[in-house]
């Protein structure tokens, strides 16, 4: 059984861990292990994900077990009417058994005033971009810089309409 619930400063360890093993369990192929390591230390540690949790017009909501975390996810208002999916990520062992999709309609139901929801996947990354085309997303675009402005890594752009 899966519930979700919001993101408390308390799991920020257990979130960075699920991201690492994420992290690693899929783009380790792409980019290599110490520059997943690198990617994972800088946007993922505690530290950084805190700062999601007081961010305004923004919603980090867990996927939970009761024993161990399953799934997270994180958006926030790009505008007023623009919500951007950054961060949707199910532990390597629980994909495939509905956490993502519930943590994406949660993520959806969380801005009731936006028309778009955006977000960002690695070309390489077919999984995801299949499980979002079956959620009804659409490609809009690429970026060269995933994630943060200067990261260098490409991505597509994906949008759906709401």
Known sequence: MIYLRSATIGDLDAVSKLLGEAWHATYDGIYGPERVAEITAQWHSPKALADNLSRPHSEFVLADSGDKLAGMAYASMVDRSVVAL?????RPGRQGQGAGSMLLEEMLSCFPDAR?????????????IKFYRSHGFGQA???GNCGKPDSGIPALIFEKAL
């Open 116 to 128: 778009t929801i955006r977000l960002e996947v690695e070309e390489a990354n077919t999984a995801a």
């Open 86 to 90: 950054h961060q949707l990520y199910v």
């Open 141 to 143: 675009g690429s970026t």
